[in-house]
C-alpha cells in the first residue's frame, strides 16, 4: 500500500524568512511525487512534480522540492515567503503515470508580516 | 484554455436526501477523477474514468454512491441516500500527457453539507 505522511498540520512564518514543509512516502518502488497548492475555496494547483531525473526540482511561484530516496522524503522549500503564499500544501504521489493520487493529510501555511 | 468546471459550488440537504454533482473537465483530457475531501484531510479518490470506462472505483461507497461519464466528456457524480458523513468537498480533476507524465488538473469543488 501506498501512502504519504506530511508531520506538520500547521506552520507560521513570517513573510521574507524561508520555508521548508516536509513530506515522507512509503511505496515499494519509486513514485511519481506531486506537491498541490489549495487556496480558500479553490481547486488545488500544481506547484512541481517529480518522477525521475534530478532530485532537485523547480516548481511555479519560486517553490522548489528535492527528492531523497534514502530517507523517502520530498521536502518543499522556498527560500523567501511572501504573504501570499499562505494557503494549504498538499503532497501526493502516484503509481503510474494516470494513476490515482494518494495525498497527505495537508500543511496550512501561515505567513506573518 | 477554460479549466475544470464544476456545478454546483455549494449545496446543502438533509440526510437520507440525494444530491448529484456535475463535471466538465478540460477539452482533450480523457481521464477523468472524482475525490472526496472531508475537512482536515487530503482528497481520497472515489473514481476514476479513463473516457467513459471505470479504471479504479475501489474507494467508491457503492452502496450510495454512483457516477457515470457518457460519452467520454462530463460526468455526474450522485449520493443517494445522503449520510452526515458525506459532507466533504468534491474535487473533480482531468488530466493529460506532458511529457512523461500526466498531469492532474482540479475543478474548484462543491461543498456539501449533509445536516
Known amino acids: 500500500a501506498q501512502s504519504v505522511t506530511q508531520p506538520d498540520i500547521h506552520i507560521t512564518v513570517s513573510e521574507g524568512a524561508s520555508l521548508e514543509l516536509r513530506c515522507n512516502y512509503s511505496?515499494?518502488?519509486?513514485?511519481?511525487l506531486f506537491w498541490y497548492v489549495q487556496s480558500p475555496g479553490q481547486g488545488l494547483q500544481l506547484l512541481l512534480k517529480?518522477?525521475?531525473?534530478?532530485?532537485l526540482v523547480q516548481g511555479i511561484k519560486g517553490f522548489e522540492a528535492e527528492f531523497k530516496r534514502s530517507q523517502s522524503s520530498f521536502n518543499l522549500r522556498k527560500p523567501s515567503v511572501h504573504w501570499s503564499d499562505a494557503a494549504e500544501y498538499f503532497c501526493?504521489?502516484?503509481?503510474?503515470?494516470?494513476?490515482?493520487?494518494?495525498f497527505g493529510t495537508g500543511t496550512r501555511l501561515q505567513v506573518t508580516l | 484554455e477554460a479549466g475544470v468546471a464544476q456545478s454546483p459550488r455549494y449545496k446543502i440537504i438533509e440526510k437520507r436526501q440525494s444530491v448529484a454533482f456535475w463535471c466538465n473537465p478540460i477539452?482533450?483530457?480523457?481521464?477523468l477523477y472524482w475525490y472526496q475531501q472531508i475537512l482536515g484531510q487530503g482528497p481520497k479518490l472515489l473514481i476514476q474514468?479513463?473516457?467513459?470506462?471505470?479504471?479504479?472505483d475501489s474507494q467508491l461507497p457503492k452502496d450510495r454512491f454512483s457516477a457515470e461519464r457518457l460519452k467520454g466528456v462530463d460526468s455526474t457524480l450522485k449520493i443517494q441516500p445522503a449520510k452526515l458523513e458525506d459532507s466533504a468537498v468534491y474535487l473533480c480533476a482531468s488530466s493529460f500527457l506532458r511529457g512523461r507524465t500526466y498531469e492532474q488538473y482540479f475543478g474548484p469543488g462543491t461543498r456539501l453539507t449533509v445536516t
Open positions: 511505496y515499494g518502488a519509486t513514485p511519481y
Open positions: 517529480y518522477f525521475s531525473g534530478d532530485t
Open positions: 477539452s482533450g483530457h480523457a481521464t
Open positions: 501526493a504521489l502516484s503509481a503510474g503515470t494516470a494513476s490515482k493520487l494518494t
Open positions: 474514468f479513463q473516457n467513459n470506462g471505470v479504471v479504479d
